[in-house]
């Protein structure tokens, strides 16, 4: 049953409520002594009342695994370990991605720590593509005793074949295969051998793990150890720029990553932060939409190793130049974003279907996963878009809708001779196909995923947790809401309908974006719809009462501080 209603909003989307056991559940948690508006969210997140005040307050030192539950971990950090003592040659090589970029960060400053340091590799995303390549590895294996490969690796067996001369570390998140490539070791959650309660973990936090685990183990030996705990804002950035679920222990490495994050203390990413210009505390959204993006327009547009090395760097004048290059990258990074943009979203509604899928002549590698994760967002369907080059092959990124493995569906395709290479996790993947078996392959993905569900489902719905009014739109409740957080993939932010508002006045502002002021007698609410959709705009120029949903934030602007709506969604008051 819709809720207030609204079986089609200016989205094109009907309203879900929470339901009966829902409301019970918040009713408990509201006796318990939690306030109304928390309740309800806790409530729509499964919290039951005697966990209630864990889950508001994780901690590392209830939720952190055992490093050692992993597979090969023991090993991997032992041989880590042993060349930092040594002061063997080590050499990182990483994705070009943020997650790659953090976990390569990670291992040079436990490095630095002890007085040592690492060579950096990263592949160019259009001349060597993703993970390690045999040329680059042997060049590595025979320049170095150890080369560890984070952020990728778990499926590289011809890759790490040419790396014999060399110790070879895999430190990956990805999804592995039957078999595993030739390595010293393999850490990896997501090996078809590990139990899966580890993997929802990006690569940077598998890294962090391995430093634990070599932490653990220099101590046993009565060795110094550089302080792990002031790295967990890298943590934190890769978790949510790899747009990990923050659950379990995610989410106490994203808190505690924020809160380190605060005090400013890394050149590199205090450096991205002015020029980014980040208010406030720092958020999973700034790490999500403001740092993130910007970290990895080096990967996507320009020299590959900038984002690794921003985030490594202890110098503060690399830092700045650094920050600056990244943040003009990002700035051509949209302006290609746009152009393919609405070329792709037409491909994909001319065709329909479970995938959304498009491909274009010589689209931009570098920015294809972009758009592609507005292709999802836009269709509520997985997604693929595919840049077409002139060797005959197209190089393309996946991205997934919840309850559909992406990862598992390309591998498939891979098995099955559809792909030259593809591989991934449960939302998002890459892939390589030839011209020639572009539509085949994107037909047999769309069986895939439709056997998941995709394209099932309601993906007109909008979850609300409960009724506000504006008066409640406190500063108090904002910060109360946040003890919830941090907020992403997995754990959705607290989303309120207000009912029968007056639109006092509206705007357009920025690229797409909508200012509204709405009214509820004398209280005024201020709101920003982002990528505004038309019927927004038109709704807002109606001036009838409306019902909207959205999120209450703290809106900085000039040194003062008020409660803003950023807003979902609307519809008409009267149904």
């Known amino acids: 049953m819709s809720y207030l209603g609204v079986?089609?909003?200016?989205?094109?989307?009907?309203?879900?409520?929470?339901?009966?056991?829902?409301?019970?559940?918040?009713?408990?948690?509201?006796?318990?002594?939690?306030?109304?508006?928390?309740?309800?969210?806790?409530?729509?997140?499964?919290?039951?009342?005697?966990?209630?005040?864990?889950?508001?307050?994780?901690?590392?030192?209830?939720?952190?695994?055992?490093?050692?539950?992993?597979?090969?971990?023991?090993r991997a950090a032992a041989r880590l370990a042993h060349a930092a003592e040594r002061r063997e040659r080590i050499a990182v090589f990483a994705d070009y991605d943020v997650d790659g970029g953090a976990s390569a960060a990670l291992i040079q400053w436990w490095l630095r720590g002890l007085g040592h340091r690492a060579t950096l590799y990263v592949p160019d995303r259009i001349d060597e593509g993703y993970g390690?390549?045999?040329?680059?590895?042997?060049?590595?294996?025979?320049?170095?005793?150890?080369?560890v490969c984070v952020d990728c690796g778990t499926v590289s067996f011809e890759a790490l074949e040419a790396a014999a001369a060399a110790d070879v570390l895999v430190l990956d998140h990805h999804l592995g295969?039957?078999?595993?490539?030739?390595?010293?070791?393999?850490?990896?959650?997501?090996?078809?051998?590990?139990?899966?309660?580890?993997?929802?973990?990006?690569a940077a936090a598998v890294v962090f793990l391995c430093l634990v685990e070599a932490n653990r183990q220099r101590r046993a030996a009565g060795a110094a150890v550089p302080?792990?705990?002031?790295?967990?804002?890298?943590?934190?950035?890769?978790?949510?720029?790899?747009?990990?679920?923050?659950?379990?222990?995610?989410?106490?490495?994203?808190?505690?990553?924020?809160?380190?994050?605060?005090?400013?203390?890394?050149?590199?990413l205090r450096a991205l932060a002015d020029v980014a210009r980040m208010d406030g505390p720092p958020s999973s959204y700034h790490l999500?939409?403001?740092?993130?993006?910007?970290?990895?327009?080096?990967?996507?547009?320009?020299?590959?190793?900038?984002?690794?090395?921003?985030?490594?760097?202890?110098?503060?004048?690399?830092?700045?130049?650094?920050?600056?290059?990244?943040?003009?990258?990002?700035?051509?990074?949209?302006?290609?974003?746009?152009?393919?943009?609405?070329?792709?979203?037409?491909?994909?509604?001319?065709?329909?279907?479970?995938l959304a899928w498009a491909a274009g002549e010589g689209w931009h590698p570098g920015v294809v996963g972009i758009v592609a994760s507005r292709l999802k967002d836009a269709t509520h369907r997985p997604a693929v878009v595919i840049g077409l080059r002139e060797d005959g092959l197209g190089q393309g990124s996946v991205r997934s809708v919840a309850g559909v493995d992406i990862g598992a569906a390309v591998q498939r395709l891979a098995a099955e001779g559809l792909l030259v290479k593809g591989g991934g996790h449960r939302m998002a993947a890459g892939l390589t196909v030839e011209r020639a078996k572009l539509e085949a392959a994107m037909e047999r993905l769309g069986e895939l995923v439709a056997r998941q569900g995709a394209g099932l489902g309601e993906p007109g719905s909008l979850r609300i947790d409960g009724t506000l009014m504006p008066g409640a739109a406190t500063p108090d409740l904002v910060a109360m809401l946040e003890r919830?957080?941090?907020?992403?993939?997995?754990?959705?932010?607290?989303?309120?309908?207000?009912?029968?508002?007056?639109?006092?006045?509206?705007?357009?502002?920025?690229?797409?974006?909508?200012?509204?002021?709405?009214?509820?007698?004398?209280?005024?609410l201020d709101a920003i719809a982002f990528r505004a959709a038309p019927a927004l705009h038109a709704l807002a120029a109606e001036g009838r009462p409306l019902h909207v949903a959205g999120r209450l934030e703290i809106n900085r602007w000039q040194g003062r501080e008020t409660v803003q709506l950023k807003l979902d969604d609307a519809a008409p008051a009267s149904g």
Not at 132 to 147: S, Y
Not at 246 to 268: D, W
Not at 288 to 313: E, F, Q
């Open 7 to 74: 079986t089609r909003s200016a989205n094109d989307r009907a309203w879900i409520g929470p339901d009966a056991e829902a409301e019970r559940l918040a009713e408990a948690l509201a006796q318990a002594g939690h306030p109304l508006a928390l309740a309800q969210h806790l409530a729509r997140r499964g919290v039951l009342p005697d966990a209630a005040e864990a889950f508001l307050a994780p901690t590392l030192r209830a939720l952190l695994p055992d490093p050692r539950s992993l597979r090969d971990m023991e």
């Open 132 to 147: 390690p390549n045999p040329p680059a590895m042997a060049r590595l294996a025979e320049a170095h005793d150890l080369v």
């Open 177 to 202: 295969a039957e078999t595993l490539p030739r390595a010293h070791a393999v850490v990896n959650p997501n090996r078809q051998d590990e139990d899966g309660a580890l993997s929802h973990l990006c």
């Open 227 to 268: 302080d792990l705990m002031a790295m967990l804002d890298l943590v934190a950035l890769a978790t949510v720029a790899d747009v990990a679920p923050l659950t379990g222990v995610n989410r106490a490495l994203v808190r505690q990553g924020l809160a380190v994050m605060g005090r400013r203390a890394r050149p590199g």
């Open 288 to 354: 999500g939409y403001l740092l993130g993006p910007r970290i990895n327009a080096g990967g996507r547009v320009g020299a590959a190793d900038l984002g690794a090395r921003l985030l490594s760097t202890d110098d503060e004048a690399e830092a700045a130049a650094l920050a600056a290059r990244l943040d003009d990258l990002n700035r051509e990074r949209r302006a290609i974003e746009a152009r393919i943009g609405d070329d792709a979203r037409a491909q994909a509604e001319a065709r329909g279907g479970p």
């Open 484 to 524: 919830a957080g941090p907020f992403g993939q997995g754990a959705p932010a607290p989303r309120f309908a207000l009912p029968d508002l007056r639109v006092a006045a509206s705007r357009p502002v920025g690229e797409g974006h909508l200012k509204i002021t709405f009214a509820d007698g004398r209280i005024r």
